[in-house]
Every structure is written in C-alpha cells, then in structure tokens.
C-alpha cells in the first residue's frame, strides 16, 4: 500500500500533519490578469515549481525555441501595434439619444362627425441603457390631457421578455407598446447617421396624415341658418356702458309691516336687461344688501296666464314680449316681477336719450309723497340731575353708554397749577355754639373748585378738620340745565358764600388774592378789589409782602 509522504518526511495521514507556523498569507492566489479591459489567464514562470493553479513548466523543445529567436526589442519591431484606452458603453454614450418623429390614431366612438384623430408624437430611444421614452407635444387650448405619454424605461417587445432594441426601430414601421401602435414616419440628423454608420439601410420618411378635425376647423363646411336682420356687434360697440337710471319708490304696503322703500332702477341699453338696487338709509334697521333684484331680462307677457311664476323660471319660448325702455314713463306705476314701483324721477343722461330716440315721451320728476306715520326727530332730553356725583359726571352716563371722564380745560389746568386763593371765613347761624367756629376757605384756580377747612378750637367740643372736599359750589338760585358756579369775582370781604345749604361770611383774605386779582382786574369788579384793599390795606404797610411767586401766602390766615 502506498502513502504520500508530506514535507517533514511524514505520512500524509491525519494526526502525522502540522501546521506551518511561519506562514503569513492565508489567500487564493490570483490566477487572471486584466489587459484592455480583458481578464486573461496569467503566464506561467519559467522555473516555478509544480504549482497546480499555474500552468506547467515550458518543455524542452520550447526552450530552445525561445533561444533562438531573435527579439524584436534588439533591432526594433516591424508592426507595432497602438492600444487604445478601453471606454465602457455607458460612458461613451451617455447623453445620446435617437429621436424619432410618429403618430398615432385616436378612436372617436361617440361623435357623428369624425372618427378618429391624429396626434403626433416624439420617440426618444437612450442608447445608454436602450430606455424609450414617448412624449406627445402640448398644443394651447387642445383640452387634451398632452405631455409625457410613457415615462423612460426599457419598453417590452413580446411575451418572452424581451426587449426593444435600437435595431428593431427605423423609418415606416409601427411601433407597438401597451396596445398602441405608433407610426414613425421621420428621424433627425444624428438618428439617420447613427443607423447608417451601423450598417442600417433607413427607409424613406413618411408624410405626417393630415387631421380630419384640424381640416374641418380651418375650412368649416357652409352654414345654411338665417343670418339675423339684427346685429349685436353693432348694438354692442354703440350701447356698450350706457345705463338708464331711474329713481322710484317700492311699495311694500301689502306685506307685514310693509312700507315705501327707495330704490334705484338700472336698465342696460346693450342687452335689454334691467337690474334693482335697494338705496340704503343711515339706522334703518335693515341689513345692507346690495342688490334687490338681480340683472336680468324683465318678462312683460307671458304666453299662459297660470304659469307658476314664484316655482318655475320663465324661458324665452315662454314669454312674447319682455320689457323695453318705453315701457319706463316717470311719474306712472309697473309691476316688475310681481313689485309695484313708482317711477318719481331719472338722471340726466337718461333724460338726453328719451329726448333724442323717443321725443314722445316726458320726462319731468314728480314729488315724492310724504309718509304721514313718519316720526319726527325729536331732541334728546337729558333726565334730572339725582343728586349723586356732580353734575358733568352724571351727565356722561347720559352720553355715553361706557361712560368717559368730562372734559378739562387742559391750559387753564397748566397755567393755574398749584394756585389756590385762601379766605377766612366765619359760620353764618342762628345756633350761638356756631358763633366761635372758624373756617378757611380754599379756591383752586385750575379746576375753579372750592374746599373748606375748620380750624381746632380748644374746649369747643367740635372736631376740627376737612368740613368740605375740593367739589364745584353752585350759586344758589342756579338751574341744573344752567348752572352758574362761585368764581373770584363773588369772594368779597363780607360777602355770603351758600355752600349746599351752609351761609358762611368771608372775614378776611390772603395777601396773594389781592395780588392776583389785580392782575386780572378787568374780570374783577371793582367793588371785590376795594373791600379786600380796604381790610388788607394797614396790614400791607406795616407787614413785607408776599414773595412774587405767591408761595408764601399762608402767614397772615394761620
């Protein structure tokens, strides 16, 4: 029995083998090489060893041969041949693309007057990846779904899967995708070189048939219908834009709280139509629609006296005659769809067209009859005043249904800040307690406004203080609607101030009164300015006066 032995010098049996500690690459060696985009085998070496992935070693007869044989590198090559660069197909023709020019016919089933249609179409056929792709140009205004037809793909040529190739298209032949036969009748330039480069013989272009629809548009057939004696082209050109106004009164009487309402009637010279419009008054309660009646022909006759207007809408064949601009007269009533209406007057424009087409007719304004139930504006009246708040307080709830604050006098307020008139006064009473009580009374000249304050007596058993908050004081004898208030024209020394029932009698005055009201002596009467030079007239001589900002005014009262 014989073994093979391995490189140790043992059998090669299981358990006699041993693993090759210093091998270092585990791979398959390459057996093929690539030359030009070619994979070739590789040539053997000569003076390898049985290597059984390599071919065997060169015999002895092909030795000598190549040793003898003269190489052409030594004296240079008789023929040598250029290589050139290998260029894969999707490289070399991309963006190329045949394009071929068809039809194809469109069946018409439901039409009495053509039977089918002709519509051109574009092939494009892809010689990168032999994709076909079918796109039918847009025509303006066709009402045909136009555009891409078949999107780009590899198209199928029977039931074997196959597919169409470039060799399989050329000139008169049908094409056949999905059921449709397209007609290529012609190519461009680059197409018919292409295919006579590859040894293609291209046959004759064809003629694109002629549409039957397209020809029956170009050239109608002959119309046999009366032509109409009336042109509207011309009534169009001339009556286009030119309106009749009529002003009337609708009278709604009849309805439920129906009354007269105006309106205003349109009549359209160009098409014979007529339109109402509803004249809209300020707080009539009603919702502004603007139009009453839409624009329409107006039916003046109609054939059956029974016909259900209010259900059914009348058709031309339905009415003789439809209102013209005669039947509008101001001054006389009509009935417009079931309305009555009275025509009181129109604009000029309409006057000038009844003069000049129809002089017959009158056109002069009649007066509107006036509505007897019709209330009169009657002026608001303002409640009485409650006695709560004053009296521009109160009446703001009656203005307004949020309520504002009144208006202020905002430069007067400015001018007069911080400038306050100050008396000394005394309680004006029978009750002997009220003989001692002292008062200092306050007039703001920005607001005209008057507080009233009482000085402390000790041991008077009388609570000294606020006596009155700064408020308007009216004169006594005033009204609510005119009320007339205390200004520092009233403030003599020893005159009366009635405040709200309270009689107080001014003893005395600041120095700074007497100075302001001599600045404004012309607003002052004179009998004012010499009772307060008369009580203050000692007193300025032997005492300084007041600084001229009026700011120290409070020595001579406290």
Not at 39 to 67: C, F, H, K, Y
Not at 318 to 332: H, L, R, T
Not at 342 to 361: A, I, R, S, V
Not at 525 to 546: A, F, M, Y
Request: proline residues 8%; contains cysteine.
């Amino acid at each position: 029995m014989s073994c093979t032995w391995n490189s140790h010098g043992l059998p090669f049996l299981p358990g006699y083998t041993f693993r090759d500690v210093t091998k270092s690459a585990f791979h398959r060696p390459q057996t093929l090489s690539y030359r030009n985009g070619y994979a070739l085998p590789r040539r053997p070496t000569v003076g390898i060893g049985n290597d059984p992935l390599l071919s065997e070693q060169l015999t002895q007869q092909e030795i000598s041969e190549l040793a003898f044989e003269t190489p052409d590198l030594t004296y240079g090559p008789f023929g040598k041949r250029v290589h050139e660069d290998f260029i894969p197909a999707h490289v070399a023709l991309d963006k190329k693309a045949l394009r071929y020019f068809g039809y194809f016919m469109e069946a018409i089933l439901y039409s009495p007057e053509e039977e089918y249609r002709v519509r051109p179409v574009v092939i494009y056929y892809y010689l990168e990846d032999d994709s076909i792709c079918i796109i039918e140009p847009t025509v303006e205004n066709s009402g045909i779904p136009q555009g891409k037809r078949i999107k780009r793909h590899q198209l199928p040529k029977n039931e074997r899967g196959e597919h169409y190739h470039w060799k399989d298209l050329n000139l008169g032949m049908d094409l056949d995708v999905y059921g449709v036969k397209y007609r290529i009748t012609q190519c461009d330039t680059f197409t018919k070189e292409f295919m006579e480069s590859e040894g293609m013989i291209v046959n004759d272009p064809e003629p694109m048939p002629a549409d039957p629809y397209i020809m029956r548009r170009e050239n109608p057939p002959p119309c046999h219908t009366t032509p109409s004696t009336f042109d509207n082209l011309h009534k169009f050109l001339n009556m286009d834009r030119k309106v009749l106004r009529f002003f009337a009164l609708w009278d709604d009487a009849d309805s439920l709280y129906g009354e007269s309402r105006p309106v205003t009637i349109h009549y359209y010279l160009v098409d014979d139509t007529a339109e109402i419009a509803e004249v809209h008054q300020p707080n009539s309660g009603r919702d502004p629609f603007p139009i009453l009646m839409r624009r329409q022909r107006l039916p003046k006759k109609i054939k059956s006296e029974n016909f259900p207007s209010a259900v059914m809408e009348v058709s031309k064949e339905e009415v003789d005659e439809y209102y013209s601009p005669k039947d509008f007269q101001v001054g006389q009533r009509m009935k417009l769809l079931g309305r009555n209406f009275l025509l009181y007057d129109c604009d000029g424009f309409t006057k000038e067209y009844y003069q000049k087409n129809h002089p017959e007719m009158e056109m002069k304004s009649i007066e509107i009859p006036k509505k007897v139930d019709m209330p009169q504006d009657r002026k608001k009246t303002v409640p009485p005043y409650n006695g709560f708040g004053s009296l521009e307080d109160s009446l703001q709830n009656c203005l307004h249904l949020i309520p504002e604050p009144p208006k202020v006098n905002v430069v007067k307020m400015l001018e007069n800040d911080h400038k306050v008139l100050r008396y000394s006064a005394r309680l004006d009473s029978q009750n002997p307690e009220d003989e001692d009580r002292r008062f200092i009374l306050s007039y703001f000249l920005s607001n005209d406004m008057i507080s009233i304050f009482e000085k402390t007596t000790r041991n008077s058993g009388i609570i000294g203080g606020k006596f009155l908050e700064k408020s308007r004081v009216p004169k006594p004898g005033s009204t609510v609607d005119k009320p007339a208030y205390y200004s520092p024209a009233d403030f003599a020394i020893g005159a009366t101030v009635e405040v709200f029932g309270h009689r107080f009698v001014l003893t005395d005055a600041d120095h700074y009164v007497l100075k302001y009201l001599e600045s404004n002596w012309s607003d002052i009467p004179s009998k004012t300015l010499d009772s307060l030079r008369q009580k203050l007239g000692v007193e300025i001589e032997t005492t300084q006066p007041p600084d001229q900002d009026g700011k120290d005014y409070t020595s001579h009262l406290d």
